[in-house]
């Protein structure tokens, strides 16, 4: 059997307070209250915590915050929307920035490589910047254009090939072409442009390493690759064929013209086709024809066992012997002494 204990008052040790006790017990969930002077008395519980998160003007969170599938907002209007992924691993971070900087929106998370997704709403446009990208993927090849009003398109690409643009920091005889290419006019650059060491001039010539250098060898004979031991290649060029080493047989009657030839022949023309001089020009030395016949415009010149027969018409007119006698066909007209 259960005893009661009545007091009205409660002290705990020898030098304790005797405080009051309540003489009737509280309502539910009241605490005992002390006035300040050892009374006690039954209050109800005042939680003197803020009353509204705008009240924290420094709030920090001790762990995750779960939105529990709700919106953050200002309590009407929707700011963020979450939409979580049970089996997530992947997510943002947004970090701010230093001044000169700007905040950084980063895709992290477990995998290696995470792309960042951005997906506007419908017909709706990805606008970075103020300029407003294409809802799609364009053809193979093409390439973004702008309408001048912020509006970006996927269009072929067009390629021009002959328009020569010059460049601003160009003269006219320096222009830049459609594909970029620095094109400089002919005779367009002096010697002082070149950028070359050592002195140019007229016995100079431009060397690969950049310089200006004076021959050394000027007189060496070099004998071309593909020529023969008669035809040869001086330092200068020059292409020399050796004396006498052209025979008749090597030139081409075609292209031997009495303009090719020069005014004077000075050797023998042993045999063969040759054309004399041009007009006004002078054979000398011996010729050696080889054939029996001579044919002029109306004269035909033969000879025959040492007897040259002079013919006109086909017949026979005259013929001189190797003696010097002179046979004549017809009547002989003198004005002087035969």
Known sequence: MASTITVDKIKGGSGGVAFTLPTADGSAGQLLKTNGSAVLSWA???????????????????????????????????????????????EFTIANAATGAGPTLTSTGGDTNVDINITPKGTGSVVIDGLKYPQADGTANYVLKTDGSAQLSWVAQTTDTDTVYTHPNH???????????????????????????????????????????VPTDTDTVYTHPNHSGDVTSTADGTTVIGASKVITSMILDDNVTADKLANTINTDIAKGPAALPKAGGTMTGNITLG??????????????????????????????????????VGTISSNGTI
């Open 44 to 90: 109800t519980d005042v939680d003197t915590g803020i009353t509204a998160v705008v009240s924290d003007t420094t709030p920090q969170l001790g762990g995750m915050l779960d939105v529990n599938g709700n919106s953050i907002g200002d309590g009407t209007l929707e700011l963020l929307n979450f939409t979580e992924t049970a089996v997530a691993v992947n």
């Open 171 to 213: 003269s006219g005889d320096v222009v830049s072409t459609a594909d970029g290419l620095t094109v400089i006019q002919v005779d367009a650059v002096d010697i002082p442009m070149l950028s070359a060491t050592g002195t140019a001039g007229a016995t100079t010539f431009l060397r690969g390493d950049n310089t200006w250098v």
């Open 291 to 328: 054939t029996n016949n001579v044919t002029f415009t109306n004269w035909t010149v033969t000879e025959s066992s040492g007897v040259l027969y002079f013919a006109t018409g086909g017949t026979n007119k005259m013929k001189l012997d190797a003696s010097g006698n002179l046979i004549c």
